[in-house]
C-alpha cells in the first residue's frame, strides 16, 4: 500500500505530540510535514525520527487548511493520508482505509473510528451541518459493524483520492481554522461522491498538545470558531443567512460574556466575548485567512 499512500501532518508546536504519532506511522508510507511557524523542538523530533521526511516550512502560521493545501499540492501518489499531529495509528488501520477506497470507488474520502487515549468512541462523524440539532449525538450511540456512507467525516484523520482532490479544489483558502472539514465534506458531496466511514479502521486520536493553551490561544480558537460558522453559513445559504447568524452570535455571546464577568467566571467570559467578535468580524467582512487575496480563490 505504501506506493499509492502519501501522510500529511500539519504542525504548530507540537513537540510534545508529534514523535508519538511519527512513531506509530508505517516507516515505508512517504511523509510530508508542514509546519506553521513551529518556535519548539518539533521539526527537530521530525529530523530525529523521520529524517526522510519532505518537510514544507511557512515563515507564518497559515491555519489548517491553507496548510493542508500546500502538503496536497506536493503529493504525487494516488491517495493522500492527512493525519493530526495528535493522532496514533497502525498500518493496519491504514491498509483498511485503502481496501475500502477500492471497494467504493465512487467515494471520495474514507475516516476511522477514533477513540481517545482511554479507548473511548469519540465522534468522527455526523449529518452535515444543518442537521446536527435534531440528531443531536444519536449517531454514537454505537460502532457500525462494517463500512457506512456518512455526510461529514473529521479532518483529525482521513484518506482522500488525490484525483478528486485535483477537481473540486483543495480546502477553502479563507478558512483560517475550524469547519475546513465541513466545507471539504459538502464540497465533495456537492460534486457527486460519497463520504465512507471505515468501521475496520481504528485510530487513537489524543485531543491535545500541539500547542500550549494560553489566553491568547483560547481567543483565537474561539474567534475562528465563531468566524468560521458564519461564514460556512454565508458561503451555503446566502449574505442575509449570515448576516442574520452572525448579528444573533454576536449579540447572544456578548451577553453571555457580561453575565460570566459578572459573576467572576473569567475564562468562560473570555471564551464568549471571542465568540462574539469573532461573529462580529465575519458580519462586516473581515478575513480570517492569512494569505493574501490573490492566493484565495
Not at 135 to 162: H, Q, T, W
Not at 221 to 242: H, M, P, Q, V
Request: hydrophobic content about 45%; proline content about 4%; aromatic content about 10%.
Amino acid at each position: 500500500m505504501a506506493a499509492r499512500t502519501t501522510v500529511i501532518t500539519i504542525t504548530h508546536n507540537g513537540g510534545l505530540v508529534i514523535g508519538g504519532m511519527l512513531k506509530s506511522l508505517p516507516a515505508d508510507l512517504p511523509l510530508i510535514v508542514v509546519d506553521n511557524a513551529s518556535r519548539d523542538d518539533t521539526l527537530d523530533i521530525v529530523a530525529a525520527i523521520r529524517p526522510d521526511a519532505q518537510i514544507i516550512r511557512n515563515e507564518t502560521g497559515l491555519g489548517y487548511g491553507a496548510a493542508a493545501s500546500k502538503g496536497l499540492a506536493a503529493v504525487t501518489t494516488e491517495f493522500a493520508l492527512l493525519a493530526n499531529p495528535d493522532s496514533l495509528m497502525t498500518g493496519d488501520a491504514i491498509d483498511a482505509l485503502i481496501e475500502a477506497a477500492d471497494a467504493y470507488p465512487e467515494a471520495a474520502m474514507f475516516g476511522p473510528i477514533h477513540k481517545d487515549g482511554d479507548g473511548n468512541i469519540e465522534p468522527s462523524h455526523d449529518v452535515e451541518l444543518w442537521k446536527r440539532r435534531a440528531f443531536g449525538k444519536l449517531a454514537y450511540d454505537c460502532v457500525p459493524e462494517g463500512p457506512i456512507s456518512v455526510e461529514f467525516l473529521s479532518g483529525a484523520v482521513n484518506l482522500v483520492r488525490m484525483n478528486v482532490m485535483s477537481q473540486i479544489g483543495s480546502y477553502d483558502p479563507e478558512i483560517y481554522l475550524y469547519y475546513e472539514d465541513d466545507d471539504m465534506s459538502m464540497r465533495m458531496r456537492q460534486a457527486g461522491y460519497s463520504l465512507i466511514l471505515v468501521s475496520s479502521s481504528v485510530v487513537t486520536h489524543l485531543n491535545g498538545g500541539s500547542v500550549r493553551p494560553n489566553r491568547a490561544y483560547y481567543w483565537e480558537k474561539f474567534w475562528n470558531i465563531a468566524w468560521s460558522r458564519i461564514y460556512f453559513e454565508t458561503k451555503y445559504k446566502g449574505r442575509i443567512a449570515g448576516s442574520c447568524l452572525g448579528v444573533k452570535y454576536t449579540l447572544r455571546f456578548a451577553g453571555k460574556a457580561l453575565i460570566h464577568g459578572v459573576t467572576m467566571k473569567r475564562a468562560k467570559a473570555w471564551r464568549d466575548l471571542a465568540r462574539s467578535f469573532g461573529s462580529f468580524a465575519a458580519v462586516i467582512g473581515v478575513r480570517a485567512s492569512k494569505l493574501p487575496r490573490a492566493n484565495a480563490r
